[in-house]
């Protein structure tokens, strides 16, 4: 199971450091994503990262703001979330892609092990 955390309310152009751990070392061998979903839409990719880290894939949305990042020796991913908007908010999750070590994929479906979430606020 992953458990995603970091979450909260910050202010327009603020910060936040999202975590992902991993229950078990075993997911450090696959594409971990990171997804959000708003009030009334669909969950969306945001972010993804291959198994060694050397890939990533970022939403258009994001681009430029979001860095993702992994430390396989902690069993975490990292989502650093800069210059903040309105429109970022939404709830986040973290799943893993146990199909792929280093294509990353935006289908929701073809992830497994979704945490409960960590809820990001952007106040205007």
């Known amino acids: 199971q992953l458990q995603a955390s970091g979450g909260g309310l910050v202010q327009a152009g603020g910060s936040l450091r999202l975590s992902c751990a991993a229950s078990?070392?075993?997911?450090?061998?696959?594409?971990i994503g990171w997804f959000r979903q708003a009030p009334g839409k669909e969950r969306e990719s945001v972010a993804a990262?291959?198994?060694?880290?050397?890939?990533?894939y970022y939403a258009e949305s994001v681009k430029g703001r979001f860095t993702i990042s992994r430390d396989n020796a902690k069993n975490t991913v990292y989502l650093q979330m800069n210059s903040l908007k309105p429109e970022d908010t939404a709830v986040y999750y973290c799943?893993?892609?146990?199909?792929?070590?280093?294509?990353?994929?935006?289908?929701?479906?073809?992830?497994?092990?979704w945490g409960q979430g960590t809820q990001v606020t952007v106040s205007s």
């Open positions: 990262i291959t198994w060694s880290g050397g890939g990533t």
């Open positions: 799943a893993v892609d146990i199909n792929s070590m280093a294509v990353l994929t935006t289908t929701p479906q073809r992830y497994e092990h």
């Open positions: 078990t070392r075993t997911f450090s061998r696959y594409v």
